[in-house]
C-alpha cells in the first residue's frame, strides 16, 4: 500500500541520514557510486594532516559535570568540523577532544585552519563576556605520503591514514 511505501521510504531516509552522519564522506561517495568500501584497496598518497586538540581538557573533565563537558565538546567541533568541510577538507576522525582531519593541498589546510582558530578566538571571547570557562586548542600539521587503508576487523572498521605525518601531527 502506499502507506506502507512511505513508512518503508522514511526508515530508508532516516538510515541514511544516520549513515550519512557517522560515516565518513569518502565512505558514503564509493557507496553512492556503488563501490564496496570493504573491498577498498591499500594506497598511498600525499595530504595534509590537521589535528586540533584541546589543550587542560583532563582538568576541563574533572572540573565540570559530564554534561557540560559534551557540551563544550560539541560547541568548538562544531566550528572546526563546519570550517574544514567548508574550505575543502574532511574529517578523517573525531577522538573525544580532538579533531582529525585531511586536505588535499596545504595551502588550503593553512586557509582553513587560520579561519577556524579566528572562529574559535570568537568563540572564547563570547564566553569570556559571559564568565564561561575559555578553551584552548593546539593545532598541528603535517604534509606528506601517507597509506590510506580499511584498519580493523569484520566486527568493526575504519578507514584512515598512517604514516610518519599522522605521527608528527
Known sequence: TLKDL???????RKRDEVIQIFSSPK??????LGLNPL????????TAVVFFDMRGFTTISEKYDLKVVHDIINQYAGEIISGIQRDGGFIDKIIG???MAQFDKPD???VSIRKIRMKLSDLN???YENNLPVINFGTGISFGKVLSANFGSNIKMDRTIIG??????
Not at 6 to 12: A, D, P, S, T, V
Not at 27 to 32: Q, V
Not at 39 to 46: G, I
Not at 164 to 169: A, E, F
Open 97 to 99: 577532544d580532538a579533531v
Open 39 to 46: 573491498k577498498y584497496e591499500p594506497r598511498f598518497m600525499d
Open 164 to 169: 610518519d605525518i599522522v605521527n608528527t601531527s
Open 125 to 127: 571571547r563570547e564566553r
Open 108 to 110: 588550503d589546510c593553512l
Open 6 to 12: 512511505e513508512k518503508n521510504y522514511e526508515e530508508l
Open 27 to 32: 565512505i558514503n561517495m564509493e557507496l553512492s
